[in-house]
């Protein structure tokens, strides 16, 4: 694709002079400029595609016997709510029970609160009927979809999970994933951004264009510019799958990451094009199935793997890459903060289910020592300024609190670099310390959903409080000129303590510290000087262009960086460290050793 340096829109420029062979080029979209697809060729398309996707590669789900507590028939003229009982007492078979789920965006306060909902009080009258006239337009495109595709049951959130009972929500959470994995298909409602807006006609304004060629004055014709994405970067190549599941209010919902994750086979409604994705690839509307595999990136990744097909070992890497990108989101993705972890707890549901370990607020007990080793994958601009990691601002969340030592804390993304690999600089890691327990508890009746503050990182291990040692045997590399950063080397009397990596960033014009005449840090290394490194492992090191099979008989050291506030004992998590390089990698682990006390710290 041609990526986009002057306007961010979509262009089909016919017999643009610039050198390519063919006549025709679209930037963006696939649809030719003067054909606008009907809501009949888009019908017909995606029944069309998912047909030979079901019959070609016989991944669809309607052999799962989970059928979700209550679903939409749309079977008749009017369409209504029934229950798994009444769908199990027809004795209706798997492939009668298919549904579609929706995914879909409930959008600002006051559109949600005229969606059509099923309520304790209400669900007799969602069971007799649902008249079009209740519906919003988002329903009834789901409704148009589901029966175009010969798909007999629905479901939607808002009318499948009573409102009013926090019971059945807690109890519906938990099958979350199972429920969009076992649908027959997912429609994704990428282009609207309320239940007030609809998803199955075209989107986004033309603006026609006539052309003159330079070249050859015989050519005349026009364009046409299709504005669709004005946010997209306008440094990076374009794609329109991409764009559509990212660049929209529907992509940046934390309950749709869930959803879309979750879901084996999904229709995806963007801005600039209908995809149908599915394990063995996407396929867009308009585009040749020759170029597909030229259309296919990471978007491709975005599910989750059949968990019955991994070992153990894979389900814990699997779950770190998946909780590395649900971390990006902030409380602006959540209409209730605390639904922070409840819009996760159905994937936790479904790789506790072979997993079998206690969860802790994303991370799992079994596998903590590698769980808590991550860092923020972002540059410094991007990452949370140093004031919000203090306790009086300490999540990304105004009203919901996480802890400091879980990945979700920082509202950004976040990495666990080489800790699950094998194959890197930093490999073999082993374990330092001789305990290492987390405690949360839960709200509620759901095992994986909110917790209450009563939450802790008990370690047991090698501490090094620096500020203990002499202030002017340290060092900090030239990571940090210029004054500002998050990351960079520590060196203590001449010896590579190690590198860190800061959950913020460091600005020497931040006097966030400077609370009730508290002397504010006067420079970087100030503040390093007040933080306390606890080891929690080493690890094999060797340089990027070493072979893998390079050993080294010593180890470099890795751990948490800690900090507590002045005014405060409670220690919270502001870092990661780990080996420096590779010639003086082992210094660390010797100072750590030999300057630092084994004792036992609390973590919040």
């Not at 959130?157 to 926090?166: K, V």
């Not at 913020?504 to 306390?532: G, H, K, Q």
Request: a negative charge.
């Amino acid at each position: 694709m041609i990526p986009f340096h002057f306007i961010d829109a979509a262009l089909y420029c016919p017999n643009f002079d610039i050198g390519l062979e063919t006549p025709d080029i679209w930037l963006g979209l696939t649809a030719p400029p003067n054909q606008r697809f009907s809501r009949a060729d888009r019908l017909n398309w995606m029944v069309q595609r998912l047909t030979e996707c079901t019959e070609k590669h016989q991944h669809d789900q309607t052999s799962s016997s989970f059928i979700p507590e209550r679903l939409i028939d749309v079977q008749e003229s009017t369409p209504r709510l029934v229950l798994r009982s009444d769908i199990a007492s027809a004795g209706s078979d798997t492939q009668k029970a298919a549904y579609a789920a929706l995914s879909y965006c409930w959008g600002p306060v006051e559109d949600s609160r005229n969606q059509l909902k099923t309520t304790s009080s209400s669900i007799a009258q969602r069971q007799a009927a649902i008249h079009d006239e209740e519906m919003t337009e988002v329903l009834r495109d789901a409704v148009e979809v589901t029966r175009a595709l010969s798909i007999p049951y629905l479901w939607v959130d808002a009318l499948c999970i009573l409102q009013d009972d926090i019971s059945d929500w807690e109890r519906q959470c938990t099958d979350m994933a199972q429920l969009y994995r076992s649908a027959h298909i997912v429609l994704c409602a990428a282009s609207s951004g309320s239940c007030l807006q609809g998803f199955l006609d075209e989107r986004g304004r033309r603006i026609r264009m006539p052309f003159l060629s330079t070249i050859d004055p015989s050519v005349v014709s026009s364009y046409y510019l299709h504005f669709k994405y004005a946010v997209c970067s306008r440094s990076v190549m374009f794609s329109e799958v991409a764009a559509d599941m990212e660049h929209n209010r529907w992509g940046n919902r934390g309950w749709v990451f869930q959803e879309s994750w979750s879901a084996s086979r999904k229709l995806i409604f963007g801005n600039a094009n209908l995809h149908l994705y599915c394990p063995t690839g996407i396929e867009s509307m308009g585009i040749e199935k020759q170029r597909l595999e030229e259309r296919l990136s990471d978007e491709n990744s975005l599910s989750i793997a059949h968990p019955d097909t991994l070992s153990k070992e894979e389900l814990y890497a699997s779950w770190a890459t998946l909780v590395c990108r649900y971390s990006r989101f902030e409380d602006h993705s959540f209409t209730k903060a605390t639904d922070l972890l409840p819009a996760l707890s159905g994937l936790a549901s479904e790789y506790h289910r072979h997993i079998q370990d206690v969860y802790y607020a994303g991370l799992w007990g079994e596998d903590l020592f590698r769980g808590v080793m991550w860092y923020c994958d972002a540059d410094s601009e991007a990452l949370p300024e140093r004031r919000h990691c203090i306790p009086s601002a300490y999540m990304r969340h105004n009203d919901f609190s996480i802890p400091s030592w879980s990945p979700l804390a920082r509202g950004t993304l976040v990495t666990h670099g080489a800790i699950y690999k094998s194959d890197e600089c930093l490999t073999n890691f082993r374990a330092e310390y001789t305990a290492l327990a987390a405690e949360t508890e839960t709200v509620g009746t759901n095992p994986f959903g909110a917790i209450s503050n009563n939450w802790s990182l008990r370690i047991h291990s090698y501490v090094l409080d620096l500020a203990a040692l002499d202030f002017q045997e340290f060092e900090v590399s030239e990571d940090f000129a210029g004054g500002e950063g998050s990351k960079g080397t520590l060196i203590y009397q001449g010896k590579h303590l190690g590198c860190f990596e800061l959950d913020f960033a460091y600005d020497s014009d931040d006097n966030c510290f400077n609370l009730d005449s508290v002397t504010e840090p006067a420079c970087m290394l100030d503040e390093i000087s007040r933080f306390r490194w606890v080891l929690l492992g080493n690890c094999k090191v060797r340089a990027n262009d070493e072979s893998p099979s390079k050993v080294r008989r010593a180890r470099g050291a890795c751990g948490l960086i800690l900090f507590a506030p002045p005014g405060s004992s409670a220690l919270h998590r502001v870092g990661v460290f780990l080996p420096g390089l590779p010639e003086k990698h082992h210094e660390g682990l010797r100072l750590i050793k030999k300057l630092g006390q084994v004792k036992t710290i609390v973590v919040t």
